[in-house]
């Protein structure tokens, strides 16, 4: 038996310069292949990295990640104990939704293999387009928020993305109260 890290850094490797979508060949500097606790409970599911996750090949560095961490610590969850990862590995140019395409294949290579081998019992999808990638269907976030839902053995809460939050500042109690819910269904695994 491998254990997890092993098992992550072999994806890791196998898939470092990776060119199996478009996104391998319009500009990133690094794949942002995920951080964080590998045996959480909670793990976070972004979208698509930005800027400077390219640069820094970290998920969430950006301002949108410190809206992440503080919201999360608002809602008594400390981000060095989740994984956080995204739907794509490699940043779409002009920070652009990541294609029907681009998701279907990196999250079949990438991320599916990496939820196999944490095995989280929660996941927190943030915004549309991770929930979308995660069940392969289109929803509205607006209705699908804060909701508790089943995928294979995983129980999954989505919530908005932090940038739409920062867009959007009305909504940001909504999605401290979806973190809220996650963190009080998290405690039952302890
Ligand atoms: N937005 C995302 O969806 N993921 C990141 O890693 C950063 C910003």
């Given at each position: 038996?491998i ?8 994806l ?5 310069q990776c060119f ?18 590998i045996?959480c409970?909670?793990m976070l599911?972004g979208?698509?990295?930005?800027k400077?996750?390219?640069?820094q090949?970290?998920?969430f560095?950006?301002r949108?990640g410190?809206?992440?961490?503080k919201?999360?610590s608002?809602a008594g969850?400390?981000r060095?104990?989740?994984?956080i990862a995204?739907?794509?590995k490699c940043?779409?140019?002009e920070n ?5 395409e681009e998701i279907?294949?990196?999250?079949k ?5 990496q939820i196999k ?10 915004g549309s387009t991770?929930?979308?990638g ?5 929803i509205?976030?607006?209705q699908?928020?804060?909701?508790i ?5 995983y129980?999954v809460?989505p919530?908005?993305h932090p940038?739409?939050i920062?867009r959007?500042?009305q909504e940001?109690?909504k999605c401290?109260?979806?973190f ?5 269904i998290s405690?039952?695994f302890l």
């Open positions: 038996m254990t997890k890290k092993t098992a992550l850094d072999n890791y490797k196998k898939y470092s199996s979508c478009p996104l391998g060949g319009l500009g990133r500097k690094n794949i942002v292949f995920g951080s964080g606790n045996d409970i909670i599911i979208e698509g990295p930005g400077q996750e390219d640069e090949g970290i998920p560095v950006g949108s410190q809206l992440l961490t919201l999360l608002i969850i400390n060095n104990a989740l994984f995204n739907i794509v940043r779409p140019p652009r939704k990541p294609a029907y279907s294949v990196c999250t290579l990438i991320l599916f293999e081998i944490i095995k989280p019992k929660i996941i927190c999808t943030l991770a929930l979308e995660l069940l392969n269907k289109k509205k976030i607006t699908e928020r804060g909701t839902q089943k995928w294979n053995e129980i809460v919530t908005f940038a739409y920062l959007n500042p940001t109690q401290i109260d979806d809220i819910l996650i963190e009080k405690e039952s």
